[in-house]
């Protein structure tokens, strides 16, 4: 499994784009980057999930290079709902559709009045 | 999207006994589940995968005998913490993928909070 590396954490102002950019050098051909949100005592909420280019939804961006080395999540004018840590994740999708993963650290995200 | 469930939201036990949590996907099939434990101000640490009329399969360090898992249908997986202790406190989650949508995602439960006495 790629190894992850992201900040610990991030401050950001309410209405600011924040970005949060998470390393897997060793990421391997088969493996899937995906991002969760996770308040405290809930479980992980999944955000965005992409393998290469740039993948857009209604909460979020995720950009991946070409060499698919990092990825960089993009929350577009966060709010204080937004104070959350965030999970890099990268996984292979398996036999039978499922992927394990391995959470790192995250990065904790304090959004700031 | 999907809902996966837990029960209970939070257990307080004394010491030595036997705690059952249960996991469930509410409106899709789940062959594979996973468990997670979660200390506090850390990342979730993968315990054990789920395979639904299977044995589960444990990560390294995690006694089998003491967190048994039992996948019994397509629905439903029970995290059994047996004889706990006071180190055994800890938010335990579960996760579960839609094996028949075309999203490559896990849904997680909102967690067990066990507090062993």
């Known amino acids: 499994l790629a190894k992850t590396t992201q900040p610990i954490s991030m401050d950001s102002y309410e209405g600011q784009e924040v970005n949060i950019t998470c390393s897997h050098n060793?990421?391997?051909?088969?493996?899937?980057i995906t991002w969760y949100q996770q308040f405290p005592s809930q479980g992980p909420r999944f955000i965005i999930q992409g393998y290469k280019t740039k993948v857009t939804n209604e909460v979020a961006s995720l950009f991946i290079p070409a060499d698919r080395k990092s990825s960089t999540l993009s929350l577009p004018r966060v709010s204080l709902s937004d104070t959350a840590v965030y999970y890099c994740l990268v996984g292979a999708l398996l036999r039978g559709g499922y992927q394990k993963v391995t959470f790192g650290i995250g990065t904790k995200l304090q959004v700031i009045p | 999207g999907a809902v996966v469930s837990q029960h209970p939201s939070r257990v307080i036990c004394k010491s030595g006994t036997s705690v059952k949590i249960e996991c469930r996907s509410l409106?899709?099939?789940?062959?594979?589940m996973f468990w997670y434990r979660q200390f506090p101000k850390q990342s979730l640490m993968l315990m054990a995968t789920?395979?639904?009329?299977?044995?589960?399969?444990?990560e390294q360090g995690v006694e089998k005998d003491k967190f048994l898992i039992n996948h019994a249908s397509l629905t439903l997986s029970t995290l059994t913490v047996t004889s706990a202790h006071p180190e055994d406190s800890s938010f335990y989650i579960c996760?579960?993928?839609?094996?028949?949508?075309?999203?490559?995602?896990?849904?997680f439960g909102p967690g067990t909070r066990l507090t062993v006495l």
């Open positions: 060793n990421i391997a051909t088969n493996d899937y």
């Open positions: 996760s579960a993928r839609d094996g028949a949508g075309g999203a490559n995602e896990q849904f």
């Open positions: 409106d899709f099939q789940a062959t594979t």
């Open positions: 789920s395979n639904e009329g299977s044995k589960a399969t444990y």
